[in-house]
């Protein structure tokens, strides 16, 4: 049932997604020309704002923060796929693998090479400050707009 809860959820996991996907572009040392990542990790975490974290939110902070911490690394594991799956089919299609052997080796490459670039301290910090940050949020939104659903 769509409820304010999760449509909150939603944008603002969106909205954070994309702000940390613009800051994880700042840690390569030469950064992509196309920033179209910032966008799909957006969209996937809109869909997990929506589907899990709205879901689970409620009035007690710490569990809502820990559903949050949840949904953060939920969308990650998401993102990692996707971002690894597009790396070897781009890489496939230019023949640089031989083999399904070497096609899912690059897939891992690919997402270990994302998780390096991501045990940034300072990159760490902010991630671990939005999903407070976001987790607070949603517990005062729920707080709000679910109340009187409670009050009976």
């Known amino acids: 049932m ?19 996907g613009e800051r994880y572009v700042l840690l390569y040392d030469h950064p992509p020309r196309r920033m179209d990542g910032s966008l799909y ?9 929506w589907r899990y974290v709205g879901r689970h939110v409620s009035a007690n902070v710490l569990q809502s923060i820990f559903q949050t911490l949840q949904g953060v690394i939920l969308t990650l594991f998401l993102a990692l796929a996707l971002f690894g799956s597009y790396h070897v089919f781009w890489q496939g299609y230019r023949m640089r693998y031989s083999s399904l052997e070497g096609a899912f080796l690059g897939f891992v490459g690919a997402c270990l090479d994302h998780l390096r670039r991501m045990s940034d301290t300072d990159f760490l910090l902010l991630l671990g400050g939005m999903t407070v940050i976001c987790g607070i949020a949603l517990t005062i939104v729920f707080r709000w707009a679910e109340a009187r659903r409670f009050d009976r």
Request: glycine share 4%; net charge positive.
């Open 41 to 49: 990790l957006a969209a996937i975490a809109a869909l997990v704002g």
């Open 2 to 20: 769509p409820t304010l809860t999760r449509l909150a959820a939603a944008v603002l996991f969106a909205a954070l997604a994309f702000y940390a």
